[in-house]
């Protein structure tokens, strides 16, 4: 008997009609919500500064009320979540009222945490884990800024615990992206966590599901027409020898074949023969991709050397403030016209004796987007262009000065200049990323279930 296993999101801010579809279009075992990245972490570490409530996927609430329905008529459906975010807990807080309300009050909501390491630093530290920086290999204790985050990347131990405790809900902090399908499968199969085969093609499927329609015809190269409005979400039937078929509800928009599960199984990997989970190093080398009917592409032949010794960690620190600012610049002359503009902004801030750590100026839609790259119309000139100037700075003053500089070039820069947004460009922290790693031993998943009406 197969289990599915369906992604209804593949980061913080999709589509939120797609899990509601996924969960009416066909009888699922789960549905994962899959919201993390290091940019969101940060950005979910920043709403927690402003209120210790906060801090995690405000987007999961609005789709768990959608669920309702779905939840009440199909008993085994559950849900897996890393949606918790930085704050896990208050997370479950909101979620728990919303079943409670709709009579599931009795189901039971489980909590995975442990990955927050900022109360640990010292004591990580101290033990000997410098938490080098994974690209320079510059110790931590050499950064000399404040650290807004840090977590752990953890495996599908927890949830595959939360499951055997016997929630239907299971919400999550960081926990790697793959491991939300992991765990269900390892739960489901009785897998014991040296099967690393088995662990290995999970852990593929869950890959290959993770980033939502990006392996259902989604931001595929291959796309055209782009048959997308109604996109099917991914879904793994998975088999207890980790075998597995991907596929989406029928009737839905977008495709699955080769081509679409090659393209996400490729997608952020690093070395192939060594796709580094919290569960497994596995070696997408051997992976083989068949389609095997319409809209269904079997995985087979994953493999797996272990898993590694040590856990990935999403670390944030403080890093001055930054501003961005547009302005359409017109007419024949506007890629000239748009330069003249960034040009005079920064020599009448210099004159001022504002300069800055860092800035930068993007015509968009005249190769911008892609510095060095020709336009599509190739040497050819486009009627307008959307100037975009950015700086960041230490000192906030700088930035805030830069922001009142940008509209005077309305009436004071050349002419052809609209689209300007009404008020000045916000003033924004920036949070700054450093990766490193933390000996898996060091690290323990804790495990919470209660009743959804007893969160609150």
């Not at 900022?118 to 101290?126: C, K, S, T, V």
């Not at 017109?330 to 009448?348: M, P, Q, S, V």
């Amino acid at each position: 008997m197969s289990l599915l296993v369906a992604n209804g999101a593949g980061f913080l801010g999709d589509w939120l009609g797609a899990p509601r579809r996924l969960a009416e279009s066909a009888e699922l075992d789960y549905l994962t919500l899959e919201y993390l990245a290091e940019l969101t972490l940060s950005v979910l570490a920043r709403a927690r500064e402003r209120d210790p409530g906060a801090g995690y996927a405000g987007d999961f609430l609005t789709v768990l009320r959608d669920l309702v329905p779905s939840l009440q008529s199909q008993q085994k459906l559950r849900i897996i979540t890393n949606g918790g975010g930085v704050n896990p807990l208050a997370c479950a807080k909101a979620a728990g009222p919303i079943l409670a309300a709709a009579g599931m009050g009795n189901d039971l909501l489980a909590v995975v945490s442990g990955d927050d390491l900022l109360p640990r630093i010292a004591e990580l530290q101290a033990a000997g884990c410098s938490l080098a920086h994974l690209d320079t290999g510059a110790p931590l204790s050499g950064l000399g800024q404040p650290i807004v985050s840090a977590h752990a990347y953890l495996g599908a131990q927890g949830i595959a615990d939360a499951l055997a405790a016997g929630a239907r809900h299971v919400v999550t902090g960081r926990v790697a992206d793959a491991s939300l399908t992991l765990g269900p499968a390892v739960h489901a199969f009785g897998w014991k966590w040296t099967d690393w085969n088995r662990l290995a093609g999970a852990s593929v499927a869950g890959h290959l599901i993770e980033c939502g329609a990006q392996s259902t015809g989604g931001y595929s190269v291959a796309g055209s027409p782009w048959n997308l409005a109604d996109v099917g979400y991914p879904i793994a039937e998975l088999e207890s020898d980790g075998i597995s078929v991907i596929t989406k509800p029928q009737g839905t928009d977008g495709k699955v074949d080769r081509f679409s599960v090659i393209e996400q199984l490729v997608y952020e990997i690093g070395d192939p023969a060594h796709y580094l989970t919290p569960d497994v190093d596995c070696d997408f080398t051997t992976v083989d991709v068949r389609e095997v009917g319409p809209d269904r592409v079997r995985i087979s032949g994953a493999s797996a050397r272990g898993r590694p010794d040590q856990l990935k960690v999403a670390l944030s620190y403080r890093d001055g403030y930054m501003s961005a600012a547009t302005l359409l610049v017109w007419g024949d002359d506007c890629i000239e016209k748009a330069k003249a503009c960034g040009e005079i902004l920064f020599a009448r801030l210099a004159k001022g004796g504002y300069t800055f750590a860092r800035t930068n100026m993007e015509l968009l839609g005249a190769g911008g987007g892609v510095p060095g790259a020709l336009p599509r119309q190739a040497k050819g000139r486009p009627p307008e262009v959307m100037l975009r100037l950015a700086v960041h700075d230490p000192r906030r003053e700088a930035v805030e000065r830069f922001t009142k500089e940008v509209a005077p070039l309305i009436t004071s820069g050349p002419a052809g200049l609209a689209g300007y947004a009404v008020g000045r460009a916000d003033v924004r922290p920036v949070f700054a990323y450093w990766p490193a790693l933390v000996p898996r031993d060091l690290v323990q998943a804790k495990v919470e279930v209660r009743k959804a009406g007893e969160w609150k």
